[in-house]
């Protein structure tokens, strides 16, 4: 289920935190067999919390897969990472 946090009431923010994530290297991301490439597995998150205090150098070249394949990068995990209603 792919979902947005503008769009939807309270719950659906959780839901939308709460949904399973990834993290792999941009190379595997949406490849075939991009699940064998897994780095760090969890909720959306604490993938989003991970990679926002990671070194940017570390970061740069990864992608947080979230369920319902939307992927996220470096930039964009820093962006919600900052926001002020992310989960503590």
């Given amino acids: 289920m792919n979902t947005t946090i503008r769009a939807e009431g309270r719950a659906g923010a959780q839901d939308f935190w709460n949904d399973h994530a ?15 490439a897994v780095l760090h597995s969890g909720s959306f998150a604490e993938m989003v919390r991970m990679m926002g205090r990671m070194p940017e150098a570390d970061r740069n070249d990864l992608v947080i897969e979230k369920s319902g394949d939307r992927s996220y990068g470096p930039a964009e995990a820093l962006e919600l990472f900052k926001r002020a209603d992310f989960p503590l």
């Fill in 22 to 36: 990834t993290i792999v290297t941009r190379d595997a991301a949406g490849s075939v067999l991009h699940g064998f």
